[in-house]
Structures are given as C-alpha cells and as structure tokens.
T-cell receptor, first 109, second 113 residues
Framework: GQNIDQPTEMTATEGAIVQINCTYQTSGFNGLFWYQQHAGEAPTFLSYNVLDGLEEKGRFSSFLSRSKGYSYLLLKELQMKDSASYLCATLDSNYQLIWGAGTKLIIKP | ETGVTQTPRHLVMGMTNKKSLKCEQHLGHNAMYWYKQSAKKPLELMFVYNFKEQTENNSVPSRFSPECPNSSHLFLHLHTLQPEDSALYLC????????????FGAGSRLTVL
C-alpha cells in the first residue's frame, strides 16, 4: 500500500533549528511537496522536490533522497509564527497526491 | 478578491438538513478539488474537476454531491449527513492537474449533530 509517515508533533525553541522528517512508500514517485498550515487557515505551498538533494529557500530548506524514500524540512532561526502544521505529500505514478497526517510544530519562547 | 474563497467558514447542521458549501477561485486555474481534513489524519481527496469535468470521485458516499458550473466555482451539496462527516472541508485549485501546486481555501468547518 501507499504510506507517508511523519511525526505527529514536535516542539522547538525560538531561534533554534528544527528538522521535520517524512518517509514514504508509494507506487512510483513524481515528486514531494511540503505545505504549511496555520491553525484555522489554508495550507500554503512551501517546496517541491523531485531530484535528490537540498533546496534552500530563505530560512526553510527541503531535502530529498529518492533511494531512501525520505525527505526532511529544515527550519532555521525559528520564529513564533512558524508554529503550524507541516504537511508532506508525494505524487505517485498516476500523479495522485498521497498525504501524510501532518506534523504539528510548537515553538516556545 | 484573490486566491480561493470558501463559504461558509463554519456550518452546523442536523442529519436531516440539506446545505451547500461554496468555493470560488480568482486565479484562472483549470482544476478544482474538494478535500476532507479530519484531526490527525491525512487529507482525503473527495472530488476533482478539470475544465469543469469530474475526473475523480474517490468512492465518496452519495450524501456528498459536487457541482462545478464553471472553472471558477465549485459546490459541495450536503444531504442526510452523519456525525462522522464532521470535519474541515478544503477546496483547492491548480493550473491543470498532475505535478502542480495546489492553492487552498481556508476551509469550511462542518459539524453534524
């Protein structure tokens, strides 16, 4: 079957660095997305990786290893506004999005 | 207004009621989606419309009935719902289906009593 695993909840301190992991097992692979969702708001696009390696976008970076079925989202210089849920999703061979249950990130002062 | 707008933001209904959720996008996108989001569960794709044609129906019970009159508007008609249907219903749009970024609305929080 198809499966995405990510931690349910993580806690980090303002100003620190946090890494949110996502492992996947899907029928084929056409890329991996990360979305951010603040409570009561729409999910918003953060990144898309289809090739192995690290892509940096300001304080946020996303990494992909296709051979390991693994991705992570790295958040640096954490700010209180980074408190949100982070959703990992992969595109399978039929270009269907397979979603993880999301990781709730709590930032403490 | 820009982006994806959903109304109402909150809805409480009894099991015998009929109500509708509305979604509107002002992005010129061709594809629109309905997702169900329950606490601590992955997003569940319900319906996909591409150029107003339904291309996906993920075994959704018939008490949920979608309607897409044009590429900018999407409705979800609700009838005889069950308490387990209580969830956040998210609408999204994209420029075509496939490996395209989804733009989501803020959702309609549905409570079925």
């Amino acid at each position: 079957g198809q499966n995405i695993d990510q931690p349910t909840e993580m806690t980090a301190t303002e100003g620190a660095i946090v890494q949110i992991n996502c492992t996947y097992q899907t029928s084929g692979f056409n890329g991996l997305f990360w979305y951010q969702q603040h409570a009561g708001e729409a999910p918003t696009f953060l990144s898309y990786n289809v090739l192995d390696g690290l892509e940096e976008k300001g304080r946020f970076s996303s990494f992909l290893s296709r051979s390991k079925g693994y991705s992570y989202l790295l958040l640096k210089e954490l700010q209180m506004k980074d408190s949100a849920s982070y959703l990992c999703a992969t595109l399978d061979s039929n270009y269907q999005l397979i979603w993880g249950a999301g990781t709730k990130l709590i930032i403490k002062p | 207004e820009t982006g994806v707008t959903q109304t109402p933001r909150h809805l409480v209904m009894g099991m015998t009621n009929k109500k509708s959720l509305k979604c509107e996008q002002h992005l010129g996108h061709n594809a629109m989606y309905w997702y169900k989001q329950s606490a601590k569960k992955p997003l569940e794709l319900m319906f996909v419309y591409n150029f107003k044609e339904q291309t996906e129906n993920n075994s959704v019970p018939s008490r949920f009935s979608p309607e897409c009159p044009n590429s900018s508007h999407l409705f979800l008609h609700l009838h005889t719902l069950q308490p387990e249907d209580s969830a956040l219903y998210l609408c999204a749009s994209s420029q075509g289906a496939g490996a395209n970024v989804l733009t989501f609305g803020a959702g309609s929080r549905l409570t079925v009593l």
